[in-house]
Structures are given as structure tokens and as C-alpha cells.
Nanobody, 116 residues
Framework: QVQLVESGGGLVQAGGSLRLSCEAS????????RGWFRQAPGKQRELVAS????????DYADSVKGRFTISRDNAKNTVYLQMSSLKPEDTAVYYC?????????WGQGTQVTVSS
């Protein structure tokens, strides 16, 4: 059974940093990309960043460009999100997503709260 486990969320002051991790366990194959999404209360879930598995090509939402960095460790089947210069509007539940040609996988979410 495939499971994505996120960690690293928490409470941080504005201007601070956090690093999220998402590790996959179980038999998971043909993952061509990984991504981080977030959902704030009363808002739709939005894509924050994504990265391709082979080439490591990253893409970011405009709201996080220059502040967040996505990376992956294929050997560990893990994706990371380094978040810096955090703002209160970054407060949300953050979810990782693994994309495959058969189906997609989601993590359970980790709360990030940025205080002003």
C-alpha cells in the first residue's frame, strides 16, 4: 500500500523558514513529477511548486517565487519544500502529490502557520 508521509510543518514567525518533507513508502512506480499544494481556510487548493523526477525541472507559483525551493531525492523517494521569508498569507495546510501515468498520490497534509 502506497503512503505519502509529510513532515516539517509548524508555527513560525513572519520572515522565518520551514522545510517540508514528503516521503513515499510502499510500491510506487513511474513517478514522473512531484508537487506541493496548499489550501488555506475558505480557499481552493492551489499548486505551490512542482518538480520533474528525471531532469529536476522546477516550477513555482508566482506568489512563492524567490522564497520557496522544491527539491527531490529520487533514491529516498522524497520531495522537499524549503520555505523562506514566510508571510502570514502562506498559512495553510500543505499537501504533497506524486504524479504517475496510472494515478496520482496525495499526502495527508501538514499545517503551516505563519504569525505576524
Amino acid at each position: 500500500q502506497v503512503q505519502l508521509v509529510e513532515s516539517g510543518g509548524g508555527l513560525v514567525q513572519a520572515g522565518g523558514s520551514l522545510r517540508l518533507s514528503c516521503e513515499a513508502s510502499g510500491s510506487i512506480f513511474n513517478i514522473y513529477a512531484r508537487g506541493w499544494f496548499r489550501q488555506a481556510p475558505g480557499k481552493q487548493r492551489e499548486l505551490v511548486a512542482s518538480i520533474t523526477t528525471t531532469a529536476g525541472i522546477a516550477d513555482y507559483a508566482d506568489s512563492v517565487k524567490g522564497r520557496f525551493t522544491i527539491s527531490r531525492d529520487n533514491a529516498k523517494n522524497t520531495v522537499y519544500l524549503q520555505m523562506s521569508s514566510l508571510k502570514p498569507e502562506d498559512t495553510a495546510v500543505y499537501y504533497c502529490r506524486y504524479y504517475s501515468r496510472v494515478r496520482d498520490y496525495w499526502g495527508q497534509g501538514t499545517q503551516v502557520t505563519v504569525s505576524s
